[in-house]
């Protein structure tokens, strides 16, 4: 799927330093990225596009494009994956009740996120995902795991309607890549569990490769599914049985009272008849009358939500992926979950990890409550921009207080931001222009690839410290305020200081502006 355009990037003298950040799992300062890499991976889960964008998700893109800006401020090339769930219950209930085809809403949202975030100056992914490009890959990732007895069959009830034969909405499309050790017989999950649960061992990287699933499409498995309505293997909802995981519960660290609850209150189905444990969540949904469905190995249907974010990951980042990011509500049940597929499709079982760091942003509210879709209180990046608030102003606004506080949004918040901004511009943008800057990337483009800057030799380096010490010593303290789980606040208040110490000359000005924009992005 097409990202966005990729904002200009300034280089600037000297390298940053690979951040620390602070990980759920361990609750503690780990390294973003592995040491002695050349890359850093992150993978960071997208929205559901109806009611794109609010500010809670400007706030959580936002702050992990502080962590690709600090990596390629060190050096890294940056492989950063995003998924956005197009197909999922609360966007088909949306168009079914506003009486839209599900496509166009998703579509129109998800272009209107993407001019949010080129507003935005976020930096694009170099894999921008939907999960309908990637059911092959899912397809054959949720085979693999019932073949491995690591999922299980649950029948549909007399009231689902029965799984239909033939995709709907879909064109009845076929998916293949399965092959012959995808289909599992209905005895195999069952013979696999008495076994205890089965490795899949497909290795890291082995699931959901890109070329794998473009391969896989079109082989015109479509036929398989013929089964489907009888007895067999593609007959009911497939869920993950969380038992083969032992790890299951540590991502959240939550007791199993908490997960119950959060697991209903966040689209799980804890007291579905026929699963195996409340918590067990759907990886493919056999078709209903009325939604999408593919068809498939599986038998006609559509994936679970978690499952999707593993296979990009598998896919696209490989695992271990170093960074795992989204909002703080995805904590439970999304990441606990999804980390669970992945290690099962990694084939380690509890044994090496599978993400470096999971980290999550903090929650936007209004007047002190939550901003969400359900309570209708979201101020939506658009409306802002609409009525006149710069883009940059926005930004500010959400960098003045650390990311993963959770954090209201107020008139006052925005003012305070675009009077910075106006200080900003009026004490640097006069005298930087005129003065030429670092090397400028960007416009990497859609699924392009980011690179940091090379970083500048010895001698520019002692030439700008010595040309703007003042200005030189500012980028530093930015640049460590970053490296200390993305700091953002102490960061603005060294350029604020910066300004504070009065008049400032053309190239100091010009490696301030150049450091605001490649480590903040706010373009002044
Ligand atoms: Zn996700």
Known sequence: ?????????????????????????????????????????????????????????????????????????????????????????????????????????????????????????????TWYRGVEEQIPAIVRAVATMEEAGQAYRVPLAAHDDGPRVGGVGAGGRGVGGVGARGVGRAGDADSARGAGCGEVGVGARGVGGEADADSARGAGCGEVGAGVGGVGCCEGDVYADLSCDPRFGEVAGFDRGVMLSLFAERGGDPDRPGKRDSLDPLLWRAARPGEPSWQSPLGPGRPGWHIECAVIVHGCCGVPVDVQGGGADLLFPHHEMSTSHMRCLAGTRGGADVVGAQVHAG???????????????????????????????????????????????SDDLLLAAQARLARWREGLGHEARGVSGGRVSGGGGPDGQVSGGAARGAGEIAAAKEESPRAYLVVERMRRALALDLDAPSALAAVDGFLGEGDTDGSSARLVVDAISALLGVSL
């Not at 200009?8 to 390298?15: A, I, K, M, T, V």
């Open 1 to 125: 799927m097409r990202s966005w355009h990729c904002p200009d990037l300034p280089s600037l003298p000297g390298q940053g330093t690979i951040p620390v950040v602070w990980d759920t799992v361990t609750s503690s300062y780990v390294p973003s990225a592995r040491p002695a890499h050349d890359d850093a991976t992150l993978f960071v889960c997208g929205i559901t596009p109806y009611d794109a964008t609010h500010l809670g998700h400007a706030a959580t893109y936002i702050a992990f494009d502080l962590l690709v800006r600090a990596w390629l401020d060190a050096g890294r090339v940056v492989r950063y994956a995003q998924c956005v769930t197009e197909v999922d219950d609360p966007l088909l209930e949306r168009a079914a009740s506003t009486g839209q085809d599900w496509r166009e809403l998703a579509a129109s949202q998800i272009e209107l996120y993407r001019r949010d975030m080129e507003a935005l100056s976020v930096v694009p992914p």
């Open 363 to 409: 929650l936007i509210s209004l007047g002190g409550e939550k901003m969400s879709k359900s309570l209708g209180n979201l101020v939506l990046v658009r409306g802002l921009i609409d009525s006149g608030v710069e883009p940059a102003a926005i930004r500010l606004a959400l960098l003045s207080e650390h990311y993963r506080a959770d954090r209201d949004w």
